[in-house]
């Protein structure tokens, strides 16, 4: 049975600081997904990850996958406090499997 | 704009009064799915339709209903709430198949009382 787990699951972070979520998976998948969820709404699809190596940037995210690993990342970079929420990866493994979720706070 | 629209936003519901949810897309996508989402939790995926053919997952408990009329509409009926089922609705579209990127509604607050 796939499994997919985040950490860390709660983040409090200072604005201009970096950070990476990782997000680690039990067997092999082709396909990687990180959403972005804000308190009370929807998911927002952020990346697809497609092949091992597959790096993906937008604004101050950028996701990579390492499929050999089951592992990918999201790296904040210069966090501002618009990236307040959160993210879950989730894995095609005949459905999308999520993680836990990473729930970010970004503080002045 | 093509879109997963779901109405309503939300829902109040007494306890174990029947309840419909639903779902409509602009995008002409193949596959559409109905997820439960608690707080704090992940989204757990309930049953998809792809195309006429319906899905259910092994855990979804028989009180969850689903019709999918045509394919722009789905419906989620709750045929006796509980208050364990007081939770976040969500549902998503996608173009081809379960691989494929999956665009999900603002999603429909169910609250049971």
């Known amino acids: 049975e796939l499994k997919v787990e985040q950490n860390p699951l709660f983040l409090s972070m200072q604005e201009g600081k970096n950070y990476t979520i990782y997000c680690n998976y039990s067997?092999?998948?082709?396909?990687l997904y990180w959403y972005r969820q804000d308190p009370g709404k929807s998911l927002e699809s952020l990346f697809v990850?497609?092949?091992?190596?597959a790096v993906k940037q937008e604004g101050r995210l950028m996701a990579s996958l390492d499929t050999k690993a089951r592992l990918s990342t999201l790296h904040i970079t210069a966090a501002v406090h618009d990236l307040s929420a959160t993210y879950f990866c989730?894995?095609?493994?005949?459905?999308?499997?999520f993680g836990q979720g990473t729930e970010l706070s970004v503080k002045p | 704009d093509a879109m997963v629209i779901q109405n309503p936003r939300y829902q109040v519901t007494q306890f174990g009064k029947p309840v419909t949810l639903s779902c409509s897309q602009t995008?002409?996508?193949?596959?559409m799915y109905w997820y439960q989402q608690k707080s704090s939790q992940a989204p757990k995926l309930l049953f998809h339709?792809?195309?006429?053919?319906?899905?259910n997952e092994a855990d979804t408990p028989d009180n969850f209903q689903s019709r999918r009329p045509n394919t722009s509409f789905c419906f989620l009926d709750i045929r006796s709430p509980g208050l364990g089922d007081a939770a976040m609705y969500l549902c998503?579209?996608?173009?081809?198949?379960?691989?494929?990127?999956?665009?999900f509604g603002p999603g429909t607050r169910l609250t049971v009382l």
């Open positions: 989730a894995v095609e493994g005949g459905k999308l499997i």
């Open positions: 998503a579209t996608s173009r081809v198949g379960l691989w494929d990127t999956q665009y």
């Open positions: 990850l497609l092949s091992n190596g």
């Open positions: 067997t092999t998948s082709d396909r």
């Open positions: 339709y792809y195309d006429k053919d319906f899905n």
């Open positions: 995008l002409n996508h193949n596959v």
